[in-house]
Every structure is written in C-alpha cells, then in structure tokens.
C-alpha cells in the first residue's frame, strides 16, 4: 500500500481525508494518543484500540535513550513491541532534546546533549534522526527540526527557522523510501507571519508527504496560536497532510480543523485523565471535586466508554480520593475516547457540510458543567 | 437461588466444589483476587473477568472509613459501585482495625479505634460489622473475630480465641439472613492445636454457611501453617466450604487445596504484579532483571493472558524500567490469569482423581526459571 492522502470532502477550510499507509488506513481529522515511551499511558494497547484510536504517537527521544533503537529493532521494532499494527508517528527528537537533556550543544551538523536519565552524553543529527525512527519502524517519520522557545526574537527565529529548513533538506536526503512509509517536513517561524511562510515554501519546495506546524502551544496563546495557523497552512499544498504538533485542548482543535489541519497529538487528554480531569460533552470535570462524592450520574451520558456506563462519578471520585490506579485508567480511557468522538463527529459534520453549526453546538454543550474548559 | 455448596469430586483431602449464591455461581477450589478498596488493583472490572475470576473479595475496614458503608449503600451497593455483579465476599474488618489502624482498645463489646486516614474515632462491633456488610451488600459476609500477631503466648491466643468465638456468636445472631447469601465463621487459636479444635467445634456449634480459616500467614511459616489447618479443618463439616484468609503462593494454595481448603484470597498476586513479579509455570521472574532486556520469549509460553501473547520480556522489562503504569497493569493481569488456571487445572485434576500427580508436575515446572520460587 502507497503512503496516501486523499480528501473527500472539505467545508469552508475543515478537510475530512483518508491517509493510507503501509499499517493501515487513518481517516481525518485525527487525534493521536501519545504512547511517549512505547506505551500510551494508563492503557493498554487493547483499550487504546477500543477508544477507537487508529494512530498513535511515540517519542524519538525517550526510545532511543531506553531502551535504545537497535534494541526496539532486534525485538521486531516498534509495532510488535508495542502490540500496535497499525500506523505510528514518532516524533525527531528535537523537541524533547531542547526541553528535557541537560548540556545541550546545538552546531549546524546537530545536537549534543546529555541524556536526561544517567547523564550519558549523545548526538543527535537528520541523518541519525532518520535512522533512529527507521529502527523504530516509524510509519510516519518526522524530520529533526529545532523549536525555539516562546518569546524568542525575529532574529533568532529566523536562524533557527533556517537551521530547521537545512535539516529538513538532510531528513528528506537521507529517509530511507519505503512502500507506504511517509516523511514530513515541520514549518517552524515562531509567531512571525514572514518567517512561516518562508519555512512552509521551503518545504513545499523539497517536497514531503505531508507538513506538521511545530513551535505551537508553547506559551502564545490560542488567538495567536489559530493566527499564526491561518499563516502557515495558505502555503501548503491541499493535498497532502498537515499535522498540528502538541495541540491541544477540545477547543484548539476544533479551531485547528477549521483552519485545514487534519492530525493531532497531545499528552492532554492522557496527562489530564490521570490527574483526575475529564473532557466531557459537559466541559472539563475534576473528579477530586467533592461536589461528585454521592454523585450517582454517569461522568458524561453521552459518551459509551466503561467509566461512563459502569459507574457513578461518585466512584471515579472515590478512586482518585483513594490513590487507586484504576481512576487514572478509567479517566484516560474516557479522555481519549471523548477525543476519538469528538474528532469522529467534526469529520462527519465536514463531510455534511455543517461544520460550523456541529462546532459551535459542541462548544454551547462545554459550558453546562461550569468548572471552565 | 439459596446459599448453596456441593462438592462434585474429592482426591484425597482435596475437593472440588460448587458455591451457589445470589450473585451467581463459583466452582472451587478458587482464588479470590483481592479489590481493598473496591477495586482490584490495576485492573478494570472487565479485565479482572477477563482473567475467569467469579469472585472478589473487597475490605470492610477501607470502605467504611472511605466512601463509608451508607455511602455505598446509597450509590446502590458495592456490586453496582465497582461494577462486579459476580459474588463479593468482604472481610469484617477486624485484621485490618488491628494491623493498620492507630489506637485501638479492645474490649468485650468490640474495638475502638483511628482511623489510619485521618485520625478519626470509630468502632466496630459484631453488630456494626454485619450491618456494614449488609450496607456493602456482600455476598459473603465474614463475623467480627480478633487475629492475634504470631509468637502470641497460649494464654493470650486463648483469651483471643474466645474473644472470637463470642464475636461469631454475635455475629451470627445480628446477620441478617437473605436467600444466596452467606455468613461464615473464623477459626482461631494461633498455632495451638488445642485452641484450633476448640474453636472449630464452637463454630460448628453455631452453624455457619462456610468456615474459615484465620490467624494464618502471619509469619508462622509453611510448615506450621499447614500442620495448623490439619489441626483445624479435621473438625469442619464436609457441606460447607473453607476459606483460608490471606493465602497465598502458588504453592501455599496447593497445599491448601490438598487439606481440603475451597477457597482462597490473597494481595500477592496484584501486589508482586505491581513490583515487577510474575508467577509462571516455570517459577517467579523479576520483570526488573537484566537479563530480560532483550528476551524476545513471552512471559510464560503456556498463558494466554496479554502480556503473554502480545508481548516481549523484554516489553515488560522496559516498561518496569521506564515506570510506565502498563507494567503493573499487565503483570497484575497475568499473575491474577496464573492464580486462576492453576485453580481451574487443580480442580479438573481433582475430578480426574489425579490431583497429587498434577500438583507435583506444577511444583517441578516452577524450578526451572531458577529464580526461585
């Protein structure tokens, strides 16, 4: 099967495509779970398959420190070692690289760094980037790219902008072509409309099978984040994917839907099931509220995962009072699946061309629980 | 359907049962995985049945200290509450008064005590333990009785023992009888024959719909634990199950079925799955050991729990070393699995009149991982 993008129907600038790949077919937009260190966390691989998940996320960095690339390789790569067929994305490297090594060294051939577990010293390049994620089987490979932090100036966004677009030349030079295995590029640029839309036209200009928008999320804000969207996304080509790196909350991806972004990823819903939030129809619940003690109504009464049609709010309460590892469980199941269905609902409503009226219904519904979303 | 047990086969001691109750049915011998705090650690309701289990046990000391007895009444019972419509036996409360909770007085009437979550007063007595129970809605209630620590002189563990039996007395007298559900008596008397046999007679005196056997695997050791259950099950009817409290390893629960024990319950297989210990058919395994980081083999090639067929050792090791949630989940699984096959395997040995020739092949199999069992 041929690494492949094809929309089937779009409704102002929301898209609803199918990504065919070498594990398996994605239909979009799509949310993907974070499984950070070959696992998703709090789930199992059957539970992230039952919340209807068809591609997940796993981190360069934290693999190759442990248990270390050629080791996922010699145990039949990531797939198999994760009991996961289907489609993976994994990241470069590069984020995790600036936000969690110590003695970090940036020069133009790559990174230095110290391993964040034992202080081991190791080097990070597009070359050995693209080899880690092949050892990895990654079926979507992202280039290395470098994030500048929020905040950062023109300047020196442009040298790192510049930085990320001549390592993307290096990721696209040394990916190894597979049958239905892709490689993106990352339009970085910070928040500088200039610079966006010199990265994107660089990468356009390379070539890849599909355009992530990194250095979001990072502290600018959602109105600055969907502006600096609206600049980076004209550039890109419509057909190939274009993914929205690290975002977000139930609203930033509906805004990121509207403004053509097709995948996601984000530790929110997984993190914030295990520090007992959940994403509902309603808005967000903290179910360490004691409002939810004797509360015998079900989390949320439109979702059909198990936390919310076997049990009361009262027991998920009860589990996370309680220290119980099953709360985190049931919290991430429900989070992720509240996410798999909200992205389920958005691409019907584009395919029926009420993409807007389905959005702003949903967001109406966020406001009942009033604890804010 | 009536509280209701017979035996389909015996071999020898051993016996395999059958317990009818108003929650359902449980062939015997059983192990009963242990939910403290209305949840079996680890494990979601669904995959607790996964692994064939019929039966859990839940602790009447956590739950009345949190979420409380009414509480749980009131959210419609514990079977709704943690999603188990199967049988649920709850202890009394009295071990854990004595083994977790600060400053207790014991007196004839009953104990007081703090509880160890926030130093609040609170009492128990034979009454307030079968009323709790009742609120809970256990299937199988356990009487109040006083477990003496291990090393106990003569004197004292007789003053304990009738203590005890005047508890189950009252205990007896305050249950309050439904159709399927039970109430079982506890033999005490430490390591004292003597005390042992008393104590037996008194209960069966009594009449009680099972026995059990308390004061065990308290640090007497194997040996002495086992000669003590010939000193007390020697003098429990034939019609009714037995019940040895807090055991055991695989081991502890061969020898128990050997002397004619039916059921079982105990926090090593959820608490070892927690800290990286798998019991297999060839033995424990440390998951944290070395020497799985690149062991391709399945946990235990003869189960069929997930973390059997899905994945590497060296998964497993990974995600122990990593401090992924999914560790303890899947060893929780697979040693709750182990615990539940074994006494599935005993039981059709036991029918098949082959019990000590099965037993004895098991005991072999476990020598060969040689990290001991």
Not at 41 to 66: E, F, P
Not at 141 to 169: H, I, K, N, Y
Not at 186 to 206: H, K, M, N, W, Y
Request: some cysteine; glycine content about 12%.
């Amino acid at each position: 099967m041929n690494f492949e993008f094809t929309i089937g129907g779009t409704d102002g600038g929301a898209r609803a495509g199918r990504l065919a790949s070498a594990h398996g077919v994605v239909e979009t937009p799509v949310f993907m779970p974070v499984g950070t260190q070959a696992s998703v966390k709090a789930m199992t691989a059957d539970s992230v398959r039952a919340t209807g998940a068809t591609i997940v996320l796993a981190n360069t960095y934290h693999l190759m420190l442990r248990p270390g690339a050629e080791r996922v390789a010699a145990l039949g790569g990531l797939h198999r070692f994760m009991d996961w067929p289907g489609p993976i994305l994994t990241d470069s490297g590069g984020f995790q690289v600036m936000s969690l090594s110590g003695l970090r060294t940036l020069d133009a051939e790559g990174v230095t760094f110290r391993s964040h577990l034992d202080g081991a010293r190791h080097r990070l390049t597009p070359e050995r980037a693209m080899d880690i994620q092949r050892l990895l089987d990654a079926t979507i490979t992202m280039q290395l790219d470098e994030c500048p932090r929020f905040g950062v100036s023109e300047t020196d966004a442009e040298a790192s902008m510049a930085l990320s677009a001549a390592w993307a030349a290096r990721s696209r030079g040394a990916f190894h072509p597979r049958p239905g295995y892709g490689l993106f590029g990352i339009v970085q640029g910070s928040v500088f409309p200039a610079l966006r839309e010199r990265s994107s036209r660089t990468l356009v200009d390379l070539g890849f099978d599909g355009y992530a928008i990194g250095g979001l999320a990072v502290g600018e804000g959602q109105e600055t984040m969907f502006s600096v969207l609206d600049h980076s996304v004209r550039f890109l080509p419509e057909d190939r994917p274009r993914y929205l790196m690290g975002v977000g909350t139930p609203g930033d991806l509906l805004g990121g839907i509207a403004r053509g972004i097709d995948m996601f990823d984000c530790v929110m819903p997984t993190r914030a099931g295990r520090t007992a939030r959940a994403f509902t129809s309603e808005g967000v619940r903290n179910l360490r509220n004691a409002r939810y003690a004797e509360d015998a109504r079900p989390l949320d009464p439109t979702c059909d995962c198990p936390a919310c049609t076997r049990h009361a709010r009262a027991y998920l309460h009860h589990l996370f009072r309680a220290g119980e590892m099953l709360g985190p469980m049931l919290l991430t199941w429900h989070n992720l699946r509240y996410y798999r269905q909200l992205m389920a609902r958005m691409r019907e409503a584009i395919l029926a061309g009420r993409f807007a009226e389905d959005a702003g219904s949903v967001r109406a519904g966020w406001l009942a629980a009033k604890e804010g979303q």
